[in-house]
């Protein structure tokens, strides 16, 4: 891939980028919908791709990028007119494949979060700018007549003027162009935006599918299973977690949670610094992730009478049974999981000591532990 290709801020480091991905897997029935629409010349002009984050929407839509730009139309009046396809595959010598792994495919546009020229920061939001500059992109006509794809990465973080510059795009689509757009959380788009694509939506992965995507984009990981539970079926959750030892983290805040009420202090000060040490923010972030997903996890326990399944570390199941017995515990431990979440994301905000926050949440916890 091009070293000159622009930054790419939803980019898991570490992995590959979702152009670049061979196979698509888990996601069959999505891929055979688009298939079955092209074939039949139901082509709409915006597609939705929904879902959870890390299950292959990415990937999804430069597959679909690459097919519509490497696929003839069918044409069933023709007699040497070739199959019709049965799946998004493209040879990876083909050349519109070649170019887009090297960035220099000109019929496509991926928009994204971009660098603020004053600032010289990454935005946390796409711009109306952004999107305003695809007009220039479908005044140009496709040197072979056919599609140009333009690809929204992620749709959720357009701003509200850059929501309306892509409504009237929606409205008045232009001519040959397919715009996909990649939402993790649709319901905050605006209504009228939905209502103007197809939507697919995309599944979680099983604990296998999840193994397999990592092998393919050549993450090692010796606990899959662990990670499959702990992201929720998401590929691109487990890479991450994988890529910052969040199996071993959670294993160790249970292994914490199992010494409460009394809770073992040397072994929280440890994870009190780790979220303290210099350049530790990802950790630190990932840390109150993990506490948080623990908590719901043995709220849940509480809730229904049963473990979570499959255990994500070990001795999970006996560790939230006795710490988690009863409904009414459950809710105990829902309502400081609120409340620690909240805190949270009140003292990253202000700069409060990462490791009093942390070890401030301990204790909490041990509190919150029936005797």
């Known amino acids: 891939m091009s070293d000159d290709l622009p930054p790419q801020p939803e980019r898991l480091e570490g992995a590959p980028h979702p ?92 928009v994204t979060r971009t660098i603020n020229p004053t600032t010289k920061k990454m935005r946390q939001e796409i711009v109306a700018d952004d999107i305003r500059a695809l007009n220039g992109f479908f ?54 935006i939905r209502s103007r ?14 193994a397999e995507a990592m092998a393919q984009a050549d993450v090692q990981a010796a606990n899959t299973d662990a990670l499959a539970a702990l992201s929720g079926g998401s590929v691109g959750g487990a890479m991450r977690l994988s890529l910052l030892g969040g199996a071993a983290l959670y294993a160790e ?7 409460m009420p009394m809770m073992d202090r040397p072994r929280a000060l440890k994870l009190a610094e780790l979220a303290a040490a210099r350049g530790g923010e990802a950790k630190r972030d990932l840390l109150f992730s993990l506490i948080d997903l623990m908590l719901s996890r043995l709220a ?22 006795r710490l988690c017995p009863t409904p009414h515990q459950a809710r105990i431990w829902a309502d400081l999981a609120a409340e620690i979440g909240a805190r949270a994301r ?26």
């Open 19 to 110: 152009r670049d991905t061979a196979h698509l897997i888990g996601q069959d029935a999505a891929q055979l919908a688009f298939v079955d629409a092209f074939n039949t010349g139901r082509l709409h002009h915006a597609w939705m791709l929904t879902g959870p984050r890390g299950v292959g929407k990415a990937t999804l839509a430069w597959r679909i990028a690459r097919f519509l730009l490497a696929t003839p139309a069918p044409d069933p009046d023709s007699m040497f007119a070739e199959p019709a396809p049965t799946s998004l595959e493209v040879a990876a010598d083909h050349p519109v494949a070649m170019r887009i792994a090297a960035g220099g495919e000109g019929r496509i546009r991926n």
């Open 139 to 192: 005044q140009m006509s496709a040197p072979d007549g056919g599609y140009r794809v333009v690809i929204i990465d992620d749709a959720d973080l357009m701003n509200v003027t850059a929501a309306n510059a892509l409504l009237k795009m929606l409205e008045e689509p232009p001519a040959r162009a397919l715009l996909i757009l990649i939402s993790h959380q649709p319901s905050s788009l605006l209504p009228t």
């Open 197 to 210: 694509c197809r939507t697919l939506p995309l599944r979680t992965l099983e604990a296998s599918e999840v």
């Open 253 to 259: 805040l249970v292994g914490l949670l199992g010494t």
């Open 300 to 321: 849940r326990t509480g809730a229904t009478g049963l473990p979570p399944a499959p255990q994500a570390a070990q001795d999970e199941a006996e560790i939230f049974q």
């Open 346 to 371: 009140h003292g990253i905000a202000v700069n409060l000591d990462p490791a009093a926050l942390v070890l401030d949440t301990f204790i909490k916890m041990a509190k919150a532990a029936p005797r």
